[in-house]
């Protein structure tokens, strides 16, 4: 049976009635068509899910009383971190990548665009609208932990950021090397997607220098989107929950 689940960024109390919030009462009223009685579950980016009941419609306002709390762990034994160079079509990398349990993404600003004011508001608009597309697919797909979508960095910076005790990779054609080449110390994995071009020889370089493996995904060239989509699922198969 189909049960709504809806999003709600507060601490939830067992037992306690709460309204719901604006951004979410035309869809419970107007998409879903929720009623009185109906139940709903809840999440709030902890491991839990609360279950509840719609109590009251007021106009716009939805009230539900939480009647249970129940554990519903779902995330991955591994923590992949997508570094993604900016694509046009960043909306299905972010919704595949959370589907598949990333926990963290981060933009990352190719060096021939240099990252100033015209670029960071356009990204600074876009990030609204990815954060929705993080909460829809964790809706979806039955995470109660949100992934965290960190500001943008050049390849460099994010390299610089990332600890030592962590495994890197960078993904490239030419690589001789396979994912079960990659030993298996942390649980943390930092991934570098490129673009369709690929990266520069200075890019590459740079990652080497921080001890990123260089690993293939295969001899065929595969669009941004997709390489990310491949990259975290044979990871979690090799490694994770799949």
Request: charged share 25%.
């Amino acid at each position: 049976m189909y049960i709504p689940r809806i999003y709600f960024n507060q601490t939830i109390n067992l037992n306690s009635i709460i309204e719901l919030k604006k951004n979410t009462t035309h869809y419970c009223l107007n998409v879903i068509r929720l009623k009185i009685k109906n139940i709903i579950h809840i999440f709030n980016n902890t491991n839990y899910i609360f279950i509840s009941k719609i109590i009251n419609i007021k106009k716009n306002k939805i009230f539900v009383e939480v009647i249970k709390k129940k554990k519903d762990d779902r995330e991955s034994p591994i923590n992949i971190h997508l570094g993604q160079i900016l694509s046009k079509k960043m909306n299905i990398t972010i919704e595949k990548s959370v589907e598949l349990g990333v926990k963290t993404i981060t933009p990352i600003i190719p060096k021939q665009k240099n990252y100033n004011k015209k670029i960071k508001n356009i990204i600074s608009k876009k990030n609204y609208h990815w954060n929705k597309v993080i909460i829809s697919a964790c809706s979806q797909s039955k995470r109660n932990i949100i992934p965290i979508l960190k500001k943008p960095h050049s390849i460099s910076d994010w390299c610089n950021l990332i600890p030592c005790r962590s495994t890197k990779i960078i993904f490239s054609l030419n690589s001789v090397n396979k994912i079960n080449d990659i030993p298996y110390k942390y649980k943390d994995i930092y991934i570098l997607i490129g673009s369709e071009k690929g990266f520069s020889e200075q890019e590459r370089k740079y990652a080497q220098k921080k001890n990123f493996l260089n690993i293939s995904l295969g001899p065929r060239i595969l669009r941004t989107e997709t390489a990310s989509i491949v990259a975290i699922t044979a990871l979690q198969i090799y490694f994770g929950d799949i």
